[in-house]
């Protein structure tokens, strides 16, 4: 910041004294920033704009993109059966996984904060899966533990989960669900900033532990429940490297984990229809964009802030 | 995290954000400097080059390690004989390869010497991928090469592909048990029904599936379809048959399905083409498949007894079915900068004796007709067992069709995705028939 400044004086004359300063801060702003800027440009804006367009084209890979207009989205929303399904199977998923997970993480974090010794350990062994758990070996491996023949159907004798439709989907979600560290972490953060005090008056009225959970800790966690809900639900709704690899790349059996994303990375990639996929890539944003909305809006009714308790 | 920080951010963020100005003009120009600076920088490296006075061709193909470990053995005694090029290779599984290649030709970056399907053919010549072949006639021959099968490399009366070698579908079973189950030998000749009985009378004596479930494969589909006078597809690339057979090829199937004479949905769900996830090669849960000839070698890791090949059935007038499929082509991209040399490393490649010694069978059995009688008799192993087959089925096979219209390997996957909801039963075989018939059509209009 310091050396921008330097010349200002110099340049002065040209402008309002006042002025410039400012504009040269943050134009060194800017320069700093570039890199980030133009990265953002680049590879997102512009791929973002690019697909936008193709969405309204016909476009194999090897031909120049023909406009068609809405035709891939009348298309879809009215000729395409296998794209609703992959809506319910999307759909589905979400509302088993998300839920399951955070519960999940939930209830380890409100362990590991009532432990007194080897937290840390803990804490870490649980948030494993999270840094593994988007890895394609660790989705093959679960392939591999599902499949007729693997570990589960040996425990079990369930046969193979991943070849049974109504049972595949639960494989996925289990992958999952079985990386709730990232959230269990957060959730932990949030119970460690919760006052003891509150336990403290709490216990001296004689609330049970039940009691306490419901009216300090739900409420005062709220704001973190929300947090996490909304990252979860839109990694949810985006969901594609376990589905691709414990599907074999095939969305099945009978499309029952046929992902939004890999119904849509199949028109694209296996079919070549970039404008139908493209159309679909938008159709998801503005899913996931109204979704989000409906939870904000619904979380005035639940979530507490402590800052409105104050006024 | 306490609650009231959280939220104040979130407030405060936008509107912040909206008060910043956009850059000056300084700025502006030195993202733009930025911006050409990396442009150039991307353009540089994709284009193919000589190194030290070398062409240097990229050459792709699919295959298994066994294939790489040949076609690199080729490879080099290509680049021994021709010491100004430098072939720089790279491989991987079939569905892979086919996604990278399209965006790669999309992107004009295709490599200089590709291996195409049958299936691509068509859709890389019409998108102007493809280098016409005849324009170095000079440095490739193919006066050696079946005529029949060359043609199958033409696409509006242009040579864009020449096939390197061709396969033919089977039905591959497990000798031993087989005998052992005391059902009559698959024969030459036999039809759809005689199958279908084998099928039924192995579960019977054995307890197990006859065979894996052909419901699935658009291929053995074919098969069926020409074994009664019809095809895939017309001469101008629109639907050569109707829902009707269809219903009539998955009622068939499914029915021996429900019989247990062919493996169950959970089994079929995994097929891929590849030998390793077929019933009979997951610890013959099955006794025999339908595959094609060439990758059935694996099959020889998989089943310790041994296999058989034998033909698929005909029609029930005898009419067969199966054909010789060009098994793999070699194309120049349009946009090699080296095509003289890329046609002589595929001239190599086809005519070469040295080359076919070491490149045996793994390609399926050469095209090139004075070399597949010269190394025939020096074929070892499966490669023996492929020649073998296809020799006892020379002559008594249709000719096969032109190559399939662009939209089928889209197809070939809706034709498994259907046959799914068929096989475990969230669709009648005609619900699912006219679903596909519905996709295929709206598939080949575009």
Not at chain 1, 283 to 311: K, M, N, P, Q
Not at chain 2, 101 to 116: F, I, K, R, S, Y
Not at chain 2, 157 to 166: E, K, L, M, N, T
């Amino acid at each position: 910041m310091t050396t921008t400044e330097i010349p200002a004086p110099a340049r002065t004359a040209k402008t309002t004294p006042a002025k410039r300063p400012k504009r040269q801060r943050e134009g060194a702003a800017w320069v700093f920033l570039s890199p980030w800027v133009l990265g953002a440009a680049v590879l997102t804006l512009l791929p973002m704009a690019v697909s936008l367009y193709l969405s309204f084209t016909d476009y194999d890979l090897f031909n120049p993109p023909q406009w068609v207009g809405l035709r891939n989205y009348t298309q879809m929303f009215t000729e395409d059966p296998r794209y609703w399904r992959s809506v319910v199977a999307t759909l589905t998923y979400v509302v088993i996984a998300v839920p399951l997970q955070l519960g999940l993480a939930l209830v380890v974090a409100l362990a590991l904060k009532s432990m007194r010794r080897g937290r840390a350990f803990y804490r870490s062994a649980f948030y494993a899966p999270s840094l593994l758990g988007a890895s394609m070996s660790i989705a093959l491996v679960w392939r591999a533990v599902f499949n007729d023949g693997g570990t589960v159907d040996n425990l079990l004798g369930t046969g193979g989960w991943v070849n049974k439709p109504g049972w595949a989907l639960f494989a996925v979600a289990l992958l999952t669900v079985w990386q709730f560290g990232a959230p269990m972490v957060i959730f932990l953060a949030g119970l460690q900033q919760i006052p003891s005090e509150l336990y403290e008056a709490a216990a001296v009225d004689g609330a049970s532990r039940w009691r306490q959970f419901l009216s300090i800790t739900v409420p005062m966690l709220s704001p973190v429940i929300f947090f996490n809900l909304v990252l979860q639900t839109i990694q949810a709704f985006q969901v594609f490297t376990p589905a691709f690899a414990v599907s074999a790349g095939k969305g099945g059996p009978a499309d029952s984990t046929l992902f939004y994303t890999l119904y849509l990375y199949d028109r694209g990639f296996v079919a070549s229809h970039m404008g139908y996929a493209s159309a679909m890539a938008w159709t998801l944003l503005l899913v996931i964009g109204a979704v989000t909305a409906v939870l904000f809006r619904t979380s005035r009714s639940w979530v507490f802030y402590a800052s409105e308790g104050d006024r | 995290m306490p609650g009231n920080r959280t939220r104040k951010s979130w407030r405060s963020w936008p509107s912040r954000r909206a008060r910043t100005p956009w850059p000056s003009r300084t700025t502006a120009a030195t993202l733009a400097l930025c911006a050409a600076a990396a442009l150039t920088g991307c353009s540089d490296s994709g284009e193919s080059s000589s190194a030290g006075g070398k062409a240097v061709l990229r050459y792709t193909w699919w295959g298994n390690p066994d294939r790489a470990a040949r076609t690199q053995a080729a490879v080099d005694l290509f680049e021994k004989k021709h010491p100004d090029i430098d072939v720089q290779t790279s491989f991987s599984g079939y569905d892979a390869y086919k996604q990278k290649l399209a965006t790669q030709a999309a992107g004009g970056d295709a490599p200089d010497v590709m291996q195409l399907d049958y299936r691509m053919i068509d859709q890389y010549a019409s998108g102007g991928v493809l280098l016409d072949l005849a324009k170095q006639r000079s440095a490739l021959s193919t006066a050696d090469i079946d005529k029949g099968l060359l043609a199958t490399g033409v696409v509006d009366d242009r040579q864009y592909a020449v096939p390197q070698a061709r396969g033919t579908e089977t039905i591959v079973y497990d000798t031993k048990q087989w005998k052992a189950a005391g059902v009559e030998l698959p024969r030459e000749g036999w039809t759809w029904n005689d199958w279908a009985d084998a099928m039924r009378a192995l579960a019977e004596k054995t307890g197990k599936p006859g065979g894996t479930d052909p419901g699935w494969s658009e291929d053995a589909f074919e098969v069926w379809l020409r074994g009664q006078g019809k095809s895939l597809y017309t001469k101008d690339g629109k639907l050569g048959f109707t829902a009707d057979d269809l219903t009539r090829y998955w009622t068939f199937t499914d029915r021996l399905r429900r019989e247990g004479a062919v493996s169950p949905a959970e089994e079929t769900t995994q097929l891929d083409g590849t030998v390793e996830n077929t019933p009979l090669g997951r610890g013959g849960r099955a006794l025999s498949d339908n595959n094609w000839d060439a990758p059935s070698s694996g099959f020889l890791a998989l089943v310790p007894t041994g296999v058989t090949l034998a033909p698929m059935p005909s029609g029930e007038d005898g009419t067969p079915g199966q054909y010789f499929k060009p098994s793999m082509f070699m194309g120049i991209a349009d946009s090699s900068g080296h095509p003289e040399e890329s046609a002589r490393f595929i001239d190599f490649m086809l005519n070469d004796m040295d080359a076919a010694k070491i490149l045996g069978a793994t390609r399926g059995i050469p095209v090139n007709e004075s070399i597949r009688e010269k190394i025939a008799p020096e074929l070892k192993d499966f490669d023996k067992t492929v020649a073998d087959y296809q020799a006892s089925v020379d002559g008594t096979l249709n000719s096969p069709p032109q190559a399939p219209p662009s939209g089928d390997s889209a197809l070939q996957t809706t034709f498994q995705r259907d046959y799914d909801q068929v096989s475990f039963e969230r669709m009648s075989p005609r619900e699912a028939a006219e679903d596909y018939v519905t996709e295929a059509k709206a598939e080949l209009r575009s």
